[in-house]
Nanobody, 124 residues
Framework: QVQLVESGGGLVQAGGSLRLSCAASGRTVNSCTMGWFRQAPGKEREFVAAISRGGGLTYYADSVKGRFTISRDNAKNTVYLQMMSLKPEDTAVYYC?????????????????WGQGTQVTVSS
């Protein structure tokens, strides 16, 4: 069983920064494709970023490229999402997800395990 627990969400002013954490148990984060998704009220869940199994290649949605960075700390078995230059349109519930396959995909249905989500609110 794989469990994922997100933390680090909160309220921040536009232009500010937050770092989200995803602590994993039951499987090492470098043995899974790890992804971040977000969902705003009335919107579909959308891909934000992913990091590949083993090699650690990273992928980003166009809307966050250059502002967000996904990384992992294998010793802590934790994946991070560093968010910089936050905008009001970044406001959403952010979810950590894990995919056992080494093939990186950006659709939510391709992921096997999900965290509970953490709220990020960016004020104008």
């Amino acid at each position: 069983q794989v469990q994922l627990v997100e933390s680090g969400g909160g309220l921040v002013q536009a232009g500010g920064s937050l770092r989200l954490s995803c602590a994993a148990s039951g499987r090492t984060v470098n043995s899974c494709t790890m992804g971040w998704f977000r969902q705003a009220p009335g919107k579909e869940r959308e891909f934000v970023a992913a990091i590949s199994r083993g090699g650690g290649l990273t992928y980003y949605a166009d809307s966050v490229k250059g502002r967000f960075t996904i990384s992992r700390d294998n010793a802590k078995n934790t994946v991070y999402l560093q968010m910089m230059s936050l905008k009001p349109e970044d406001t959403a519930v952010y979810y950590c997800a894990a995919r056992v396959s080494p093939i990186v995909l950006v659709t939510p249905g391709a992921y096997d395990f999900w965290g509970q989500g953490t709220q990020v609110t960016v004020s104008s």
